[in-house]
Structure formats: C-alpha cells, structure tokens
C-alpha cells in the first residue's frame, strides 16, 4: 500500500520547533543520539510554557507581590519565583533522565531517589529572573544550564559536588525572556538559536538562526547608581565608552533583569557588566545559573565573558550559590576592557 506523503500546502509556514531542532542538533553531532537530551529539554520548556501563562496574567492571578519568605540569597522572594521554581522542579523530576537540580531558590541540590536508573543530567537554573521588575510589567525571563552528571558521581552521592563543575563542562545553556514576545535562546555548542513561543499553537518556534553578536554595539549596560563603588578601572571603562574615543558615544540601557540586558546586548552588541561593589564586592550575579549560561551563549554568539581577571567559564565553583562580577559583551567592547583591567590581572586575550 503507498502511503501518500502529507505536503505542506504552500500557504502553510514550514516550522522548526525546538524539540525538532535539538533533535536534528543532536542527530547531526551525536548521530547514535537517544532523544534523551530533548526529552529533557522538553521539560524544561513545559516548565517556562507554564510561567509564562502566569507571567502573562500576573495581576489577576494573586502572583504579583512577595511570598514573605526569604530565600538562601537572603532575598524576600516573589510569588511568580515560587511558581517558577516549582514549575521546573515539577517538570524536571518527572524526568528519568536528571538525576540532580540546584535552583537559585532552593539552598541546597536536590537528588532523584526512587529512579528505575541514574539520570545522567543536572539542572542548574535561576527560575525567575528580574524578580525586582514583575509587579512593573518589565520583561524577565527564565535562566538554566545543564551539566552532565560526572562518571565517578551517583545522584545520591554529594549531590553539590555534581553541581560545582566550572561553565567549560556545560552540555546546555539557555534562558526564556517573557518579553512583549515569549523567546527560547539556547545552545549546544552548536551556535545560538533563538524561538519565538507562538501562542496559537503552544510551541516555541524557530525564529533566529544562528545569532551572532554584533563586531561593536551602541550600548553599555550597568546599573550607574552604583557608580561611586565601582573599582576605578571600570568607571575608566566606561568613560571612555561614553566619550566617544571608540568611535561612537555609547547609550546606556539598563532594565534590570540580566536576561533581558544580555538578551539586548546578543542581539545589538555592546556590553553588559555587573562590577563588585561596596554591597556586592563579590559581585551580585550568581555563577552557576547566571554568570555561566550568559557566559557560554555569549562565546558561542562571538562574544566574551570575564569576572575581569579570568574568564567567566573557567572559574570552578566553591558553593552552588558562589556570586561573581560579570562583563559580557561583544568583540570590541571585550576587546577594549582588557586594557582597563590591571596588566597584572589581564583577561586572555580575544584574539587566542
Ligand atoms: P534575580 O531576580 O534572579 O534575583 O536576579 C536579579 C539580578 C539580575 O537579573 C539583574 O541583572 C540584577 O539582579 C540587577 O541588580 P540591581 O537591581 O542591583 O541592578
Ligand atoms: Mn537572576
Ligand atoms: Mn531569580
């Protein structure tokens, strides 16, 4: 019996969705690939899937405000980061496959007891980001990054010790922006490549191919109230990005959530940072589910990310929680901060 092939009419958009593109991604790279990788994946958009219908109706759901509890970050945490979190601890522990998870909401991993079999993965993610901007309808988003979990490691070993891999060992990295669209960024090491949550069908459909940073933006990204702690060369820095001596007087854009900050600065080129400060001299943004995912798609888009004296990927972790200073922008500007920062404490150069 011929079986009649279905053709898309000619009216009909041919779409990639996200399972099918990391499928064909892992298929192309890793041609005995399982599908495992995008059952997972698939979790974790179901998860984002469902924040963001909450995200979308915050204030006639009783999610906008705080959930007076503090969390291991000694922040008051937000009702959406609630959901957020429970979302993808949901969606990701029925799973078979992740064996550990560490949220930015969660003070310590969690482990998967009770599987058929060990899981092979673990989840880092930051569920909510820009928890600051929700109750004001600015854009925040969803940060994760997924390791493999070491050879020599069950899940019911110390689950932290899975955790604390440094950026260079992510299999995975992605954020979802809930923006005036809904948009997926990810990679594999395979490039960045951005969807688009179309609502009429509840899929998050191929929309940017292949994003490359810009060689050299128009914008710097930091929040100048803290200007006054900045360390010196950064305050060099960006004088001399406003100053016009790099061929253009930069704009300053700051909205507050990094993943609506870095996901501008992917797109537009220029360069984000988060310096230490008095408040933070650590830094504020959080290695392992902030600092290493932006990290990692910001290289694989042509850009670069350094803590200042080393690069953000190769820094190995102490604590789930560990916080460091970010910059992360593209060629140029990357290029350009390298002279700010103290010889001593040069970041590798780009052009290795
Ligand atoms: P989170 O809401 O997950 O705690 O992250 C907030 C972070 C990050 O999104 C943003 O870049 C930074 O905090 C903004 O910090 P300031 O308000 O100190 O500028
Ligand atoms: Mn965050
Ligand atoms: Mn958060």
Redesign the pocket.
């Known amino acids: 019996m011929n079986t009649k092939r279905f053709v898309l009419g000619a009216t009909d958009p041919v779409i990639v969705t996200v399972q099918q593109h990391i499928l064909r991604e892992q298929r192309k790279h890793s041609p005995h690939a399982t599908g495992s990788f995008s059952w997972l994946l698939s979790g974790i958009t179901l998860a984002t899937k469902m924040t963001e219908a909450r995200v979308r109706r915050a204030g006639l759901l009783d999610m906008l405000g705080s959930a007076e509890r503090v969390n291991v970050?000694g922040?008051l945490q937000?009702k959406l980061?609630v959901y957020a979190n429970a979302a993808l601890v949901h969606c990701l522990g029925i799973r078979e496959n992740v064996a550990i998870i560490a949220s930015?909401e969660i003070d310590e991993a969690i482990t998967f007891d009770g599987r058929s079999g060990p899981g092979k993965y673990v989840v880092v993610f930051?569920?909510?980001?820009?928890?600051?901007?929700i109750d004001v309808n600015v854009s925040?988003?969803t940060?994760f990054s997924i390791l493999a979990l070491p050879e020599d490691l069950r899940a019911s070993d110390d689950a932290s010790l899975a955790v604390l891999q440094p950026g260079v060992k992510q299999l995975a990295a992605g954020y979802v922006v809930y923006g005036s669209s809904t948009i997926m960024v990810y990679t594999t090491g395979h490039g960045v490549h951005g969807f688009t949550l179309d609502p009429a069908i509840g899929a998050f459909v191929l929309s940017h191919e292949n994003i490359r940073m810009p060689r050299q933006g128009d914008y710097y990204s930091s929040?100048d109230?803290?200007w006054d702690t900045f360390p010196q060369p950064y305050r060099d820095y960006i004088s001399y990005l406003r100053s016009g001596e790099a061929g253009r007087r930069y704009s300053l854009r700051?909205?507050?959530?990094?993943?609506?900050?870095f996901h501008r600065t992917l797109l537009r080129g220029g360069v984000?940072l988060?310096p230490p400060?008095d408040?933070?001299p650590q830094g504020?943004?959080?290695l392992l589910y902030?600092a290493n995912p932006v990290a990692f798609i910001a290289e694989q888009a042509g850009g670069f990310a350094t803590d200042a004296t080393q690069r953000i990927l190769e820094i190995v972790p102490t604590d789930i929680h560990d916080r460091t200073p970010l910059i992360v922008g593209g060629p140029f500007e990357m290029a350009a901060f390298e002279k700010f920062v103290q010889p001593a404490r040069r970041v590798p150069s780009l052009a290795s």
């Open positions: 970050q922040e937000q980061d930015e930051d569920p909510l980001d820009g928890s600051s901007n925040v988003g940060i929040n109230g803290n700051y909205i507050g959530s990094l993943v609506a900050d984000f988060y400060t408040k933070n504020k943004l959080r902030e």
